[in-house]
């Protein structure tokens, strides 16, 4: 056993659909540690989201394993709280609501109902969302839909905090404030986080160390380049920063030139993903149900 | 002062009231002017075999001025009448959607459920509402609940079809979540199912409430007794066309107020989920 907060060791996923088999990930090893910020960069199609949902529980890995604070991950929890992409909240709950669930499910005979509420409402004003309480989804913008989604997360005191592709969906101009803001709070509270990302500004900006995946079939680790900058860190100041540059060239040539070393390009990973429509096992599964009822996403 | 506030305010209200009344509601009194018109001129001709609208009026204010009059057997007022179907209506209906909505979520959740359900409900769900009317009495042996029974049978199959589809379209996200979140199987079902799956499962129900409106009557002309359906059956026998159409106005309008009050709790219940 390593002495890591959070191991992920010898990780394989194949997915089956018949006679097709579709080998995603091969061989992934990775250790963080508590209170550090990983991102996981690499091109679409290449398994990232499959190896956050494998740490989130919602998928079991082929062979291999994942260890945080010393337990075996079987199944999903809140220990693992994940920030999906397209935010998840319940449209028929307030923003309120949304986030009360989570809490009355993770806190029930833990804390007393009054400290639930409160609880609450602490993490909703942590993302400056105090002011939305009783309102639905629907009446609130993108971006602030994500900040719900974030304040769910964030109030279940999860052990390490996944964030999958949080800011994806967003305007730049909201994506850059939302990453102020969840710099902010790692700063505060010093969450364990591990963030999917093919936004490279994104990954350098907020990582202590960014994990790059080579394109699929049979994606695995590339390379793990360590972000050695202090936080906190100053978006307007980053962009001048030497090393800033330095780190986004390094990512950016992995990307485009050495991401392919383990699997055959990224046109080819993208088919693959493509191809996995099985609803139970799919990582693409929420891209998949987005392109059949594409108006239910509207809410 | 005050004054000048208060007539502005006034004006302006009566403004709006006027506006409302020349964009909504013109252009439908204008139109349903019109067809009457067309349909006075129709039959005022010689030899027409339908009454005037004016006619009907006149041949029917008894029953209009009277609804609720009774005396005895069937000779009660349309209101009695209506009431009957409504009450078969509502008995069927309420079975139906019970039913349907727990068949309709079992279809959904379980596959096999699914396969094995499936082409019943297909092959039975295109049988005629009335065409149950001969199994119900011989299976029943009595009037009511054979005509409760065809009510049931004609609403259940959009609300067990919808109800399913409904239940298999959840987006993986809201079980996702769910996973996450660790909800029970009951809460999964009241919190996350339930509400994702109510706007199909509302328009199932709207279609079904429309359905059993329309097979009440039909059914209600072959048993007999009080109910809107014999009610016409009995006026073509006696002749009374203008009592015909008189009931028929009075059918096309509830069947419009049933279907805007399943619509409009279906609104109140599934508030920002849009499908």
Request: proline residues 5%; hydrophobic residues 45%.
């Amino acid at each position: 056993m390593s002495s890591h907060y959070l191991s992920i060791e010898g990780l394989n996923k194949v997915f089956r659909k018949g006679k097709d088999v579709t080998d995603v990930l091969r061989n992934v090893n990775l250790h963080v540690d508590q209170g550090e910020y990983v991102s996981i960069i690499g091109h679409s199609g290449c398994g990232k989201s499959t190896v956050l949902n494998i740490i989130a529980g919602l998928i079991e890995p082929s062979t291999g394993c994942v260890i945080l604070d010393r337990k075996e991950v079987t199944h999903p929890g809140p220990d693992r709280a994940v920030v999906f992409q397209n935010h998840s909240l319940l449209p028929w709950l307030t923003v309120y609501e949304n986030v009360h669930l989570a809490v009355k499910k993770t806190f029930q005979g833990i804390k007393s109902r009054a400290e639930m509420r409160a609880w609450t409402e602490h993490n909703l004003e942590l993302v400056n969302m105090g002011h939305a309480l009783r309102k639905i989804p629907s009446e609130i913008s993108g971006g602030m839909k994500q900040r719900v989604g974030i304040a769910r997360a964030l109030a279940m005191e999860p052990k390490v905090l996944l964030l999958d592709e949080p800011f994806g969906a967003l305007d730049a101009l909201t994506r850059a404030h939302l990453q102020d803001e969840v710099m902010r709070i790692h700063n505060e509270l010093g969450n364990t986080v591990i963030m999917i990302t093919h936004d490279v500004d994104e990954a350098v900006l907020l990582s202590d160390r960014i994990v790059m995946m080579t394109n699929g079939p049979a994606a695995t680790i590339g390379e793990i380049l360590t972000i050695d900058i202090p936080h906190p860190r100053d978006r307007v100041a980053m962009a001048d920063h030497p090393k800033f540059n330095e780190y986004r060239a390094a990512v950016l040539r992995f990307l485009y030139d050495r991401s392919t070393l383990g699997g055959k390009g990224a046109a080819d990973g993208d088919s693959a993903a493509r191809d996995q429509r099985d609803p139970d096992a799919s990582p693409e599964d929420t891209e998949n149900n987005k392109k059949i009822i594409p108006l239910s996403r509207i809410a | 002062m005050t004054t000048t506030t208060f007539s502005d305010d006034f004006f302006q209200r009566l403004q709006t009231v006027r506006d409302c009344l020349v964009h909504r509601a013109l252009p439908p009194v204008t139109v349903i002017l019109g067809l009457l018109i067309v349909w006075q001129i129709l039959c005022s001709r010689e030899g027409a075999h339908l009454p005037t609208p004016v006619a009907v009026v006149q041949e029917t204010w008894e029953l209009i001025i009277h609804p609720f009059y009774d005396h005895g057997g069937n000779d009660v007022g349309m209101g009695w009448q209506i009431l009957a179907s409504l009450k078969r209506v509502a008995y069927g209906y309420s079975l139906a959607v019970i039913a349907g909505v727990s068949l309709g979520v079992l279809v959904g959740i379980s596959t096999w459920a699914m396969r094995g359900l499936d082409p019943v409900f297909q092959v039975l769900r295109t049988v005629p509402p009335l065409a149950w009317l001969p199994i119900a009495l011989a299976g029943f042996q009595n009037n009511n609940p054979s005509a409760i029974f065809v009510i049931f049978i004609t609403a259940i199959w959009p609300i067990i079809i919808n109800t399913s589809v409904g239940v298999r379209q959840i987006p993986m996200d809201y079980r996702n979540v769910a996973r996450v979140i660790r909800l029970n199987g009951w809460e999964y079902f009241h919190r996350i199912m339930l509400p994702a799956a109510a706007p199909y499962i509302f328009s199932g129900l709207r279609i079904g409430i429309g359905l059993s409106w329309l097979a009440i009557v039909a059914a209600e002309m072959l048993i007999g007794g009080v109910g809107i359906g014999f009610f016409i059956w009995d006026a073509w026998n006696a002749s009374l066309i203008s009592d015909i159409v008189l009931a028929l106005v009075y059918v096309g309008i509830v069947g419009f107020i049933l279907d805007r009050i399943v619509a409009r709790i279906g609104q109140q219940l599934t508030r920002g989920v849009t499908v």
